[in-house]
């Protein structure tokens, strides 16, 4: 395995076993042709940076079919409307403002009053043509060095990049940074999001880490991969999403705010810039593995009846990990249309609809959209069952 910035050699620490598609649910008919893959994870100490091995090209994972829409959560809804209000700043009134997997144009929707200089790079056909109804100028493609030669009065132009959950997802972080380069004028600011390295070792949510998840960042990792491109991140905000993700700002001049300092301090005190901290991690995960497995036993020798709310791409990690399947969980229900009535990825659970899960209340409920755990609950007052995850063991 090769670190995919400094390409150097790494030794992957941990295996999470064959693991299928994290968004690949499928019908009956197609199980015997489901694609698995090792999913083995490691770590660069050259650069900080977690990383998976081995993992499916990203047209298998992001095409006309692509599953999931950012305008199904309401507190995702609201999250962008901060986002979009934090990022104002960097814009002037005739600022060009690109947004790389730009989805169903949720955050760009916020800037609607300057669609002329607008761009949202979307590459599911699914959601992007979602997004053009909406009337977000969008560009149904990968974004990448090629595919930003087509707009050209954008290089060396555009005041501000943003991104939320989708650098994590491109293989070639290199072009993709030389695409940012390509891109941002000389005051420019790039700024994303992605679920945060120290919050996923806290919590042992190793539920992060999934085909589209290539990579899970920290300040450290940012900081020093930058670097290498005459770029600097000088300013990182954590943020509730996702189970806890950061926000990085990145900028050509090195100006780092004193937080970006405190924040590598604490991360060198925890040592996540070093493999100590994913091999303690891998440690926990077995932990976790362990007591999930038990817990599901022992409300199985109880008689008890489970579901599972919410068939995210995270479950497929835990499912497949934990050899959790049928035999356990009965249905997952779900609301969005592309997953109702499949089954989940490799262990074959069928997907319902919310309505199912109303009328067929089962005693407890495995909630595995746990980073959604208030909007949820707040949802499904009336489901007086027990309600549990492996983050909360
Ligand atoms: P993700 O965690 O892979 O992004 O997917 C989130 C999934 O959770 C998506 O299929 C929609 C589903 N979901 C519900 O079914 N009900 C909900 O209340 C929320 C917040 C999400």
Redesign the pocket.
Known sequence: MKCKITHKPIKPFMSFGKMPIA?GFLEKQDFSKEYFYNMEVGFSEDISLLQLNDHPKPEVMFNENY??FTS??K?MIEHFKSYANFVRKYLNTNSKLIEIGSNDGTFLKNFSNNSNNIIGFEPSKNVAELAQKNKVPTINSFFNTKTIANINEYLGNTDLICASNVICHIPDLNDLIKSVDMLLSLDGTFVFEEPYLGSMFDQVSYDQIYDEHIYVFSVSSVSKIFERFNLYLVDAIPQKTHGGSMRYVVKRKNDKSSQIKKIIEEEKIKKLDQIESCLMFKNNCEISKKRIVDKINILKNQGKSICG??????STTILNYCQIGCDQIDYI????SE?IGKFSPGMHIPIKDMDYFRKNQTDCIYLF?W??KL??LN?EKNFKGYWFSHVEL
């Open positions: 968004n599953p999931f199904s959560s507190h709310y919410a068939a995210t791409s995270k229900c779900d609301t969005t997953k959209a980073n959604h909007e949820i949802k």
